[in-house]
């Protein structure tokens, strides 16, 4: 798995009836672009992943103006 800072990783969720989460990779702490990742949340709330098998990095959104 390779990201950048910007990108968002999409963790899909393994227990029914329980949504998807999707964060904002803010840092790469990982040599070229590999885990772990600092993601912040929608909420504002952060944390270190490493993610696994049911994750997904996505580039960003693009910005409408």
Avoid: K
Avoid at 11 to 33: A, C, F, L
Avoid at 44 to 57: I, K, N, Q, R, W
């Amino acid at each position: 798995m390779r990201a950048d800072v910007g990108d968002r990783l999409h963790m899909h969720s393994r227990t029914v009836g329980q949504q998807d989460r999707t964060g904002e990779i803010v840092e790469v702490r990982g040599p070229e672009g590999e885990p772990p990742y600092l993601v912040r949340f929608p909420d504002g709330s952060e944390a270190l992943m490493f993610p696994g098998a049911d994750c997904l990095v996505e580039p960003p959104m693009p910005e409408h103006g």
